[in-house]
């Protein structure tokens, strides 16, 4: 009895983060979803990371922790970083008016002919009252979109008209963020993805992230899925013959949680590395209603989600950070639901 009770005591403890992996897991044995990424960790020490189930279906590639994965809309937090980069160097105000630096937006009007111009802080928290997407805009990530110069798609924008009032409500605005690519183009005299690369993920050791894939890498990429009617097919498969021009500041960010994790720990250590430490408390306090600066919030929580099926959040006061791809989106709510208790899982098992 004595040997048996020491064995136990030897036994490793189980891990209080099993339940959130195991709901991943079983999404996958369902196929509610092809497979995922996942991993959580804690003041910049990865606590757990796997990878389960397919990334390409056709090809039966089997996810890895490094599989490519298009970030998609969480690509937005760091064209807003690498503009904050920008206010802390003292090149770039957040209430400067966009036509400051992009004169075309100067004779824009609302749909009553009135001229409001916008902030580089309303770009930012969704509030400038630009339109959706670009008109110029026909599919998420076909070639007719990556084919597009930033500059040109920024010029159809300055041609639309204003939904709303600049500052008088929030709406999402995909458009407001290449505009803010744009402007970051203009100041820095590079373009965009130079100008995130050097401000942004080189300082955060994001070595593996990439706005134009490089063709060696072409096997680690994800397909991505839609599931409609419960028929499952992909709408984005990487073409690595394809030249990138549009490297989409809504949304054109490739990368996996790993490298993500390293970034999205500048918010949580805070230690000016990258931005002022006065830069990551803007961007991190509500603007708006739920919206900080290229990050929803919610208390203390900042997050973001992409329409590929990634989501990432963290919370400064608790050192925690959570990050699941998934790569596939449908109908019914699978991916989502799949999501929503991973989150619920990690900041359950995390306050324990």
Not at 35 to 53: P, Q, S, T
Not at 67 to 78: D, E, G
Not at 139 to 160: F, H, L, N, Y
Request: aromatic share 8%; with cysteine; charged share 25%.
């Amino acid at each position: 009895m004595r040997i048996l009770a020491l064995l136990l005591l030897l036994q490793a403890p189980p891990d209080k983060l099993d339940a959130a992996f195991t709901v991943v897991k079983e999404a996958v044995e369902k196929d509610d979803i092809p497979g995922a990424i996942a991993l959580v960790a804690r003041r910049g020490k990865v606590l757990r990371e796997e990878a389960f189930g397919v990334s390409d279906l056709e090809a039966k590639t089997p996810f890895a922790k490094n599989t490519l994965c298009w970030a998609a809309s969480i690509t937005k937090a760091f064209t807003v970083a690498a503009a904050m980069t920008l206010v802390d160097a003292g090149r770039l105000a957040l209430d400067d008016p966009v036509e400051k630096h992009l004169p075309e937006f100067k004779e824009q009007k609302d749909r009553e002919g009135a001229h409001h111009a916008f902030t580089i802080r309303q770009l930012m928290t969704h509030s400038s009252g630009l339109l959706r997407d670009s008109p110029t805009r026909k599919s998420a990530m076909g070639p007719d979109w990556r084919g597009q110069k930033i500059e040109d798609v920024v010029a159809a924008v300055a041609k639309t008209e204003l939904v709303f009032k600049p500052g008088s409500k929030s709406q999402y605005s995909n458009a407001g963020m290449i505009v803010l690519g744009r402007v970051i183009e203009v100041v820095t005299g590079r373009p965009y993805a130079d100008g995130v690369k050097s401000a942004v993920l080189d300082p955060c050791g994001m070595k593996d992230s990439f706005y134009a894939i490089p063709a060696s890498e072409a096997k680690r990429v994800s397909p991505v899925y839609e599931e409609r009617k419960g028929r499952r097919a992909s709408y984005f498969r990487f073409d690595p013959e394809f030249k990138v021009v549009n490297t989409a500041p809504n949304g054109g960010l490739f990368t996996s949680p790993g490298e993500l994790a390293k970034f999205m720990n500048v918010f949580i250590a805070d230690d000016g590395t990258v931005l002022s430490k006065a830069s990551v408390a803007e961007m991190l306090k509500e603007q708006v209603p739920n919206r900080g600066l290229g990050w929803a919030v919610l208390g203390t929580e900042f997050s973001h989600g992409g329409s590929s099926g990634t989501f990432a959040w963290g919370d400064p006061k608790t050192g925690v950070v959570g990050i699941l791809f998934l790569q596939c989106t449908d109908d019914q709510g699978k991916h989502q639901k799949v999501t929503r208790r991973f989150a619920e899982l990690v900041n359950a098992a995390m306050k324990e």
